[in-house]
């Protein structure tokens, strides 16, 4: 099985973090591309990468 796994480049809104918690979710690695420090995304447990 192959390993997928999904950058999202804009990690300060709201959505960007429920994106990543339902991409975590589905077994996909997910990380996080954003420049503003405490951007949610950036806090989340669930982003591989940053």
Known sequence: MTQR??????????KSLAA????AEAGIDVGIGERTP?????LSKHAKWR
Not at 20 to 23: G, I, P, S, Y
């Open 20 to 23: 990543v918690r339902a991409l």
């Open 38 to 42: 405490l951007a949610p995304a950036l």
């Open 5 to 14: 796994r999904v950058l999202i480049t804009d990690g300060y809104w709201r």
